[in-house]
């Protein structure tokens, strides 16, 4: 084969529309991949009268990711429901499927989606910051908007949305103050700084008491479903039986306390299309008690 045909070939070849391998090839070449937690949930925002919407944002950064999420659990008795967006370093650095679980959340975004921040802020009633990076502190106070969570945070704050972050990981950078007082100041001035922007700062302090005085004041309490006894033992929670039939909902669902991820539910009960929908998501198995 001479140049000119080996040229050509080439040309040809680039001249082809892509096609599902050349796709596959073309994403592996540039370092973009398909999430395989990206199909877990779309769904939309909830209208409901005693329900609010706050989006949870992860930044690069996992200390006290259990605390975290175990309070942000408990104010989904609140009605809250959540939807989640990580960071570039966040969403390599986190568990992206348990969070989804453990919140119950509605959609998940990262940098993929940074020109359709508009439509995330409109389904969201808040925003929550569970752990925060002094890179993140630093570039929303200064108002520098040069990836997807800094251009989503502030685009929140110019919007009015109320912002609740935690700065427990700013003040106490890898849990430690800083030697020079210039530089501790430094990140203490951010803060205020954020604090003037409309930033509601948490710094050792419940979770769920600062989103039920910032989100929920006048919301009713969602009680959980009473176990058994029997239920307790075997890691199931039970929904509570009206009359002949029980009805499960998504709300249900969302609600689930089960560190097994199973709901039981007598023979003859009811469960919505959504219900089935959110436990497909949320990894839950409902199971059928015998007639």
């Known amino acids: 084969m001479n140049k000119y045909d080996f040229t050509k070939g080439i040309l040809d070849q680039l001249g082809q529309p892509l096609g599902r391998n050349n796709q596959s090839d073309t994403m592996e070449a ?48 609140y009605g809250i429901n959540f939807d989640i967006a990580f960071s570039w370093n966040g969403k390599d650095l986190q568990d992206i499927k348990n969070i989804q679980k453990q919140l119950g959340a509605r959609n998940i975004f990262t ?32 108002g520098i908007l ?64 600062v989103l039920q005085e910032n989100f929920c004041k006048n919301k009713t309490v969602i009680t959980p479903y009473p176990s058994t006894e029997s239920s307790i033992q075997s890691g199931r929670q039970q929904p509570e039986r009206t009359g002949e039939k029980t009805i499960v909902t998504e709300k249900d669902i969302v609600n689930l306390n089960s560190p097994l991820g199973i709901l039981s539910v007598p023979y003859n009960a009811i469960i919505t299309p959504l219900a089935y929908d959110r436990a497909k998501a949320m990894g839950i198995e409902i199971k059928k008690e015998q007639g």
């Open 111 to 142: 940098e993929v989606d940074k020109g359709k921040i508009g439509q995330i802020l409109e389904r969201v009633d808040g925003i929550v910051i569970p752990m925060t990076t002094q890179n993140t502190t630093a570039k929303l106070s200064q």
């Open 30 to 77: 540039t370092g973009v991949q398909q999430d395989s937690w990206r199909d877990i949930v779309t769904q939309p925002k909830s209208n409901g009268p005693e329900e609010l919407n706050l989006l949870a944002v992860f930044t690069g950064t996992n200390r006290g990711i259990d605390k975290a999420l175990e309070e942000l659990r408990k104010s989904r008795k």
């Open 146 to 209: 040069d990836d997807f969570i800094s251009t989503l945070l502030w685009e929140s704050l110019w919007r009015g949305k109320k912002m609740i972050m935690n700065v427990d990981s700013v003040l106490a950078y890898k849990g430690l103050q800083s030697k020079v007082p210039k530089m501790q100041k430094m990140v203490e001035d951010r803060i205020k700084n954020l604090q003037q922007m409309g930033v509601i700062t948490l710094q050792g302090q419940n979770y769920e008491k």
